[in-house]
């Protein structure tokens, strides 16, 4: 159940990211100035991101079994619309991108279906795993421009079309909910008005708006970034994104073993510790090789394993029958937090010609949520710990 369900994750976000590789090719084709690319990217992002609030909630009623088949065929229609005629224009790229989104809604489906699997010491792992799944964007930075070098600027978005309709049918056909799963029994509204009452869903939105958001941005910015500040190829610079894509999932798994071990604290503040110094050290654009591709690497290593610590957090502090409507509003915030920093940084360069300012307030920005994660986080831990116990 467990690779079933990461494999949906990554299938949705493969659809989910097909417009950031695709960003400087529609850039000079459509003559979009640099806030405008910068929008054409961000929307998947924005509505993936508020979509999982009731989808998390949806999930926690009618569970994964049901929804991810239901998200996966969803999200079809806009991939097909956007790669055969949503493409010639920014309104319609936009209109498509806006249904596109639906992919990114997979996350809140997954994290609770996975949550009901696994006993409370083993779920930091098992969701890091799951979140593992965020690669699927990786898989759109290796292929698409590939791809449409191979065929024609469709060929990406039928060939995810084609991958998303075997598994929605695959997951029909052999999806399961865990057999203990608790359904919650309050409506819709009273269980979002639970959720927002609870301290820890909104200290874990934060961190995870950090985390989670930072990566985002830089997965569909970084191409339009490496093109700009270092002159790199669309292809290089894609590439370039995908490697540090792939980093960031591979830490994710074991940020969530880590916290299973060791603690989310201590995980998330050394996280944003490793964020702060390298923003600040990017923001001065260094060299390429060694200085700025090391930092770079570095971030990625240090957000991927930050959101698996967030939501190693969340299966600790969260009760079963809640999981799915806190994952849905923690998620929310982080896809949000990846739609604000592409505006700001497509807004700077815009305005100075640089991107050193926008970098300097990531900077700031973690060493912020570093602060907040040993004082506020650490003593909401503290509380719960009795709690647990008793």
């Known amino acids: ?4 369900a990461t494999t949906g994750f990554a299938v949705n976000f493969w659809a989910w ?59 079809i229609v806009p991939v097909l619309f956007v790669g055969l005629v949503g493409h010639d224009s920014l309104a319609a790229l ?30 930091g792992l098992a969701i890091g795993v799951f979140g593992a799944g965020m690669g699927g964007t990786a898989i759109s930075a290796l292929t698409t421009v590939r791809l449409v070098k ?27 909910d865990a057999p203990d799963r608790v359904r919650p029994g309050e409506s819709l509204p009273r269980r979002l008005s639970a959720v927002g009452r609870m301290a820890v869903t909104w200290q874990a939105a934060v961190l995870y708006a950090v985390a989670f958001g930072g990566y985002v941005a830089f997965s569909v910015y970084l191409p339009a970034y490496l093109k700009t500040a270092y002159g790199l190829s669309q292809s ?35 996280a944003m510790t ?26 990625a290593a240090a957000l991927g394993a930050g959101t698996g610590a967030v939501f190693a957090l969340v299966a600790q502090l969260v009760p079963g029958p809640r ?30 010609g640089s991107y050193a300012a926008g970098l300097a307030a990531l900077a700031v920005v973690a060493a912020a949520t570093g602060l907040f994660t040993l004082t506020t986080v ?13």
């Not at 806030?35 to 993936?48: I, K, R, T």
């Not at 060694?290 to 930092?295: L, S």
Request: glycine share 12%.
């Open 94 to 123: 936009l209109a498509g991108g806006f249904f596109l989104g639906i992919g990114g809604t997979a996350f809140a489906v997954g994290v609770p279906f996975v949550n009901a699997w696994f006993p409370p010491e083993r779920r």
């Open 378 to 390: 650490r003593h909401r831990v503290h509380l719960a710990r009795p709690v647990r116990a008793a």
């Open 274 to 299: 490793v964020v702060g110094v390298a923003a600040a050290v990017q923001a001065t654009t260094p060299v390429l090789g060694p200085v700025a591709t090391i930092a770079f690497l570095a971030m």
């Open 323 to 352: 999981v799915g409507a806190v994952t849905g509003v923690v998620g929310a915030a982080g896809g949000l937090g990846g739609f604000v920093p592409p505006l700001v940084m497509g807004a700077v360069y815009g305005h100075y």
């Open 17 to 75: 990211a097909l417009l950031s590789p695709l960003g400087p090719r529609f850039q000079e084709s459509l003559g979009l100035t640099a806030f405008e690319q910068a929008l054409v990217v961000a929307v998947p992002v924005v509505v993936g991101s508020l979509g999982r609030i009731p989808v998390g909630a949806l999930t926690d009623r009618l569970g994964g079994r049901v929804m991810f088949p239901l998200v996966s065929a969803a999200t």
């Open 236 to 270: 290089d610079a894609s590439m370039r994104m995908a490697g540090f894509v792939l980093l960031a999932v591979l830490m994710r798994p074991l940020g969530g073993w880590a916290s299973d071990h060791a603690g989310p604290v201590r995980v998330l503040s050394a």
């Open 150 to 176: 191979a065929g024609s600027l469709a060929t990406p978005f039928l060939v995810t079309a084609a991958a998303l309709a075997l598994y929605a049918v695959v997951a029909a056909l052999v999806l399961r």
């Open 1 to 4: 159940m467990l690779v079933l």
